[in-house]
């Protein structure tokens, strides 16, 4: 084995995907989303129209895809290892373009949450598409793709419900979603024209899976065989990724459904544009930052990550004491690098756990983590906003980031400095 790691630098063909093609799946993962980010805030004006006149189903409805994406991510990632990773994105793309047409063709409130229930099956683009790129790219190439797909989320989150509320005076947000489900057959259009990645250590990795129990914590980001002849580090362990994807989407995003009655409350007057400009601000702070943070932690992922949840931890909790727009713009600011640095590094992380393993099943996976964290979030902020009101949620999201780096310091900050 030894010498299969050597040589595998040698024998190893060049990446499938250029950067033109990395560009062109975050493109087209972009505009796959935006019926996706931003029709749902609008729910609360779609189900009066299905039946619902005081929109009591919106706050279950908003988790129903999510739910239902990850009880389908895993299936989907075997399959995509098994039958092709381009092949399960086009599928991904179309399977949100047929939910969409379902769901802005509903005339009643359970054919609504049918159509709902077949774009959480039927969709994944995110994993499909982070599978994709782990096909044919490695260390600081793949994790750099990876932190690109985050900004296309990032940057979908704050765009589609600017669009969405523009259209909303001439087509209705429950007929948007059949108009939008143009935008994810375009992105299968564009995707059918790209090549289908092949791993250079697919077939290595055929007959056995790397131990992800064991002390596999050791990992700079490093492109896979950069340096072949010193002992190279093992992947990072599933487990403590696993652990830090839920505990990252947990802590920011227990936040988002009642940030802006918080703010409402704290600054009456501000005006619901400027509320919404607070809770875009760490969002738009990634998309300014992530490249340099790229650049910095890199190669030492798991400092990021614990810089990453300290800042979360610290900006959230300042949230419960905020009375003035500009102490509100500050925390938002420190969320937006605490959130910037926390997703580039998870994604160095995954970059690197995924050496050695099938793409498709490891991204699969890491999604069924991430929404169930997204589901556990909303959870958390409906039953804490219940007892002790709007504030309460941004502390719980601040506690969970402070325990989480309390409890895995020594892991998080056992980092490789020399290359």
Not at 77 to 98: H, P
Not at 234 to 250: D, G, H, K, M, N
Not at 324 to 353: H, Y
Request: proline share 8%.
């Amino acid at each position: 084995m030894p010498t299969t790691v050597q040589e595998s630098p040698a024998k190893a063909a060049p990446p499938a995907l250029s950067t033109r093609h990395v560009h062109a799946v975050a493109a087209c993962y972009f505009v796959a989303s935006f019926a996706a980010l931003g029709l749902p805030p609008y729910l609360t004006r779609i189900l009066p129209e299905l039946g619902d006149s005081e929109a009591k189903w919106a706050g279950l409805l908003y988790i129903v895809p999510t739910v239902f994406g990850a009880i389908g991510a895993p299936l989907w990632g075997r399959l995509a290892d098994k039958y092709g990773r381009k092949r399960l994105l086009l599928r991904a793309q179309l399977g949100l373009a047929v939910s969409f047409l379902f769901a802005g063709w509903a005339e009643s409130l359970p054919a609504f949450t049918a159509a709902l229930v077949l774009q959480g099956i039927l969709g994944g683009t995110f994993a499909a598409s982070n599978g994709y790129l782990a096909a044919a790219l490695d260390g600081r190439q793949l994790s750099w793709a990876l932190t690109l797909m985050q900004g296309s989320a990032r940057l979908a989150l704050v765009a589609a419900p600017i669009l969405v509320g523009t259209l909303s005076p001439w087509v209705s947000p429950h007929r948007q979603y059949a108009l939008l489900a143009v935008l994810p057959l375009a992105a299968a259009v564009m995707l059918a024209a790209l090549p289908e990645p092949v791993r250079a250590d697919e077939a290595a990795a055929e007959g056995s899976e790397p131990d992800n129990t064991g002390p596999n914590d050791d990992a700079n980001g490093a492109p896979h065989g950069a340096e072949a002849p010193r002992q190279a580090p093992a992947p990072t362990s599933l487990r403590t990724l696993y652990l830090l994807e839920f505990s990252f989407v947990l802590a920011t995003v227990v936040s988002y459904p009642y940030l802006i009655d918080l703010v409402e409350k704290r600054l009456p007057g501000l005006g619901s544009a400027a509320s919404g400009v607070l809770f875009a601000l760490p969002h738009v702070c990634y998309l300014l930052l992530a490249r340099p943070v790229h650049t910095a932690v890199a190669h030492r992922p798991r400092l990021g990550a614990a810089a990453g949840f300290g800042c979360v931890a610290v900006a959230l909790a300042g949230h419960w004491g905020a009375e003035s727009p500009a102490s509100f713009v500050v925390l938002r600011l420190v969320l937006g690098a605490g959130m910037t640095l926390g997703l580039v590094s998870l994604s160095a992380l995954a970059a690197d756990a995924c050496r050695g393993r099938r793409p498709g099943r490891m991204f699969g996976s890491l999604e069924f983590i991430s929404k169930a964290g997204a589901v556990a979030a909303g959870a958390v902020a409906a039953a804490s906003n219940g007892v002790w009101g709007p504030a309460a949620p941004v502390v719980a999201g601040s506690a969970v980031a402070a325990l989480t780096v309390l409890a895995s310091t020594p892991t998080l900050l056992r980092t490789r400095w020399s290359r």
